[in-house]
């Protein structure tokens, strides 16, 4: 099973791939970081980087341009792999 933590879960895109993610057995969506902790989420959702506890395999970020630095940083010192996307 790959570990997700999506960046920009909140926006479509992000509700597009929670809802991609849905339909799998391979991966799963164990916490999101967005401006917003939105509680309709079904895994946490955090606001700083250095909340997040989860064990991750990978980050997928769909957000908003202000959160690159947050994002790579966090991915750099975690030594995780980052899909930056944007649409």
């Given amino acids: 099973m790959i570990h997700i933590l999506l960046s920009g879960c909140n926006g479509n895109m992000g509700k597009t791939i929670r809802s ?3 339909e799998r057995a391979d991966v799963e969506i164990v916490a999101g970081f967005d401006h917003d902790d939105s509680p309709s989420c079904p895994f946490p959702v955090y ?3 250095e ?3 989860e064990k991750i395999d990978v980050i997928i970020d769909f957000s908003h341009y202000s959160a690159f630095e947050a ?5 750099k010192e975690q030594r995780i792999p980052l899909v930056m996307a944007n649409n």
């Fill in 20 to 22: 991609l993610t849905e």
């Fill in 47 to 49: 606001t700083k980087t």
């Fill in 51 to 53: 909340e997040i506890k």
């Fill in 71 to 75: 994002v790579s940083e966090f991915a």
